[in-house]
C-alpha cells in the first residue's frame, strides 16, 4: 500500500505503465490504477485531471527517457555510426516500453505543447545527424521523415507479430539501415 505522502505523479505513471503492460493500455483506469497501488481512486484526481490527462503525462514521460537514451548513447558519434546508434537505440527502447510506444503513436503530438516539444526534439535529434550527410533542410527533412517511418514501420509490424517469416529479422533490420545509409551517403 503506498501512502498518501509516498505519491507521486513519478510513481502514478510508472504505476500505469505497468499495468498497461499486464492489461492493456485501453483498459487502465483510475480505479484500476488505485488499486494497484492500494489507495482510493479520487487520491489519483490531485494528481491528474482525468485519465487522459495521465496518458498525456506518460507519453511525456516516455518521450522524455526515449529523447535522453538517445542523448546519451550518441555522444561522441556522428555520420554512419550516428544513425545506426540512434536506428538500434529507438527500437530497443520502443521494445522495452511496448505501452509507451503504444500510446506515444496514438497521441496527437498537436494535442500537448509538451508532447509537440519533445517530439520535435527527437526529430532534431535525427536532423542533426542528418547534416553530416546534406546541408539542404528539405532533403534534411524528407530524409528524417524517412527513417522515422522506416524505424517506426518496422517496430510497429515486427511488435504486432508481422514478421513471421524464418529469415532472420535482426538481419533485415541491419539491411534496412544500411539501405537507408547507402541512400544519404555522399558520393
Known amino acids: 500500500m503506498v501512502q498518501k505522502r509516498n505519491l ?3 510513481k502514478i505513471i510508472e504505476t500505469a505503465f505497468s499495468l498497461a503492460d499486464e492489461i492493456g493500455l485501453n483498459q487502465i483506469s483510475f480505479q484500476k490504477i488505485a ?4 489507495i482510493k481512486y479520487p487520491s ?3 494528481h491528474f485531471d482525468n485519465i487522459e490527462d495521465l496518458k498525456i503525462k506518460m507519453t511525456i514521460h516516455f ?10 548513447r550518441l555522444i561522441g558519434k556522428s555520420g554512419e555510426a550516428a544513425i545506426i546508434e540512434f536506428s538500434y537505440v529507438y527500437r530497443e527502447f520502443a521494445v522495452e516500453n511496448k505501452s509507451g510506444y503504444r500510446l506515444y ?6 494535442e500537448n505543447d509538451e508532447v509537440k516539444r519533445l517530439s520535435k526534439e527527437t526529430t532534431t535529434i535525427i536532423r542533426k545527424i542528418l547534416e553530416f550527410y546534406m546541408e539542404d533542410q528539405a532533403q534534411i527533412i524528407h530524409k528524417s521523415r524517412a ?3 522506416l524505424l517506426h514501420g518496422f517496430v510497429s509490424l515486427s511488435s504486432h507479430g508481422y514478421f ?6 535482426e538481419d533485415s533490420f541491419k539491411f534496412m539501415i544500411t539501405d537507408f ?6 558520393k
Open 105 to 110: 503513436m496514438n497521441i496527437p503530438s498537436t
Open 181 to 186: 545509409i547507402l541512400s544519404i551517403s555522399k
Open 147 to 149: 527513417l522515422r517511418s
Open 63 to 72: 518521450l522524455n527517457k526515449l529523447n535522453s537514451r538517445l542523448m546519451e
Open 44 to 46: 489519483l484526481y490531485n
Open 35 to 38: 488499486e494497484k497501488l492500494g
Open 164 to 169: 513471421q517469416n524464418p529469415i532472420n529479422l
Open 8 to 10: 507521486t505523479k513519478e
